[in-house]
């Protein structure tokens, strides 16, 4: 399998519930494939214009193939996703939760340490006390050639996803 059927299957996963974005740049970093969720839940009294409160849960999707991953370059994608908690996540009081998923997509699997780094990843920001919600970050590693997936702690939730 080549990337592009794997974005495709990706794409064709995600596009029911996702705004999808292909080639999506952020500053001078281009992301392959950028898809993002958001879900609204409000309690009312009698009319729907009686709002007494609403939740909001929100997930965003990066996706970016690399030739060659270094460990360098794996901690420029988590930094660029750290910092999206502050550029993309709105905390207000509806806000309840945000997920960032940062998929990495390589052809051979990369070396030992790069995989550690992964399986090690958490990433968990609170704002206001967690009054105004929280975003956690997912990482995930996928190789072409061997269908081999690797994944942080939060990222298993979403494994059978983002899989070939």
């Keep these: 399998m080549d990337f592009k059927q794997y974005l495709e299957i990706i794409e064709k996963k995600l596009q029911n519930n996702f705004d999808i ?4 740049k952020v500053g001078n970093y281009e992301f392959d494939l950028f898809a993002e969720y958001h879900l609204r839940t409000e309690r009312y009294i009698l009319l729907k214009k009686t709002v007494l409160d609403a939740i909001e849960n929100n997930e965003y999707c990066f996706i970016k193939y ?3 991953l270094t460990q360098q370059c794996l901690q420029t994608y988590i930094n660029i996703l750290i910092s999206f908690t502050d550029e993309i996540v709105n905390p207000d009081e509806s806000h309840m939760s945000s997920m960032i998923t940062g998929v990495i997509v390589l052809d051979e699997q990369p070396n030992m340490e790069i995989i550690d780094t992964i399986k090690k990843f958490k990433y968990q920001k609170g704002f ?3 009054f105004k919600g929280w975003v956690d970050i997912r990482l995930i590693l996928v190789t072409m050639n061997d269908e081999y997936i690797v994944t942080s702690k939060k990222g298993k939730e979403v494994r059978e996803v983002y899989g070939i």
């Excluded at 974005?21 to 999506?24: R, V």
Aim: glycine content about 10%.
């Design 21 to 24: 974005e292909k080639n999506y």
């Design 66 to 68: 690399f030739d060659n």
């Design 128 to 130: 206001a006390f967690g």
